[in-house]
């Protein structure tokens, strides 16, 4: 049984950043693409940033300059490099893997406000 485990988030000013890490297990985690998802308060949860086992990011247009995913295969983990925060990032942040969803974590919480 695949799990996720995401960590790294808190409340932090407009402007500035955080570092979110996902560590998976119950799977073999080189193989597969994983991917960052959010969901704000009343809204439904979105992928953000995809890096797959091998090739190219990708990036939605609302994160596309100010976001940097990443991954460690040594330690069976993805990043999610958050810079230039604003307040509509704002939201539950989970890690999953976009071609074969697993349970989702609990996710961690980010929260953009002066």
């Known amino acids: 049984q695949v799990q996720f485990v995401e960590s790294g988030g808190g409340l932090v000013q407009p402007g500035g950043s955080l570092r979110l890490s996902c560590v998976m297990s119950g799977s073999i985690f080189s193989t597969y693409a994983m991917g960052w998802y959010r969901q704000a308060p009343g809204k439904q949860r979105e992928l953000i940033a995809t890096?797959?086992?091998?090739?190219?990011?990708t990036y939605a247009d609302s994160v596309k300059g100010r976001f940097t995913i990443s991954r460690d295969n040594t330690k069976n983990t993805v990043y999610l490099q958050m810079n230039s925060l604003r307040p509509e990032d704002t939201a539950v942040y989970y890690c999953?893997?976009?071609?074969?969803?697993?349970?989702w974590g609990r996710g961690t919480q980010v929260t953009v406000s002066s």
């Open positions: 890096v797959p086992s091998v090739g190219t990011t």
């Open positions: 999953n893997r976009p071609y074969r969803l697993g349970a």
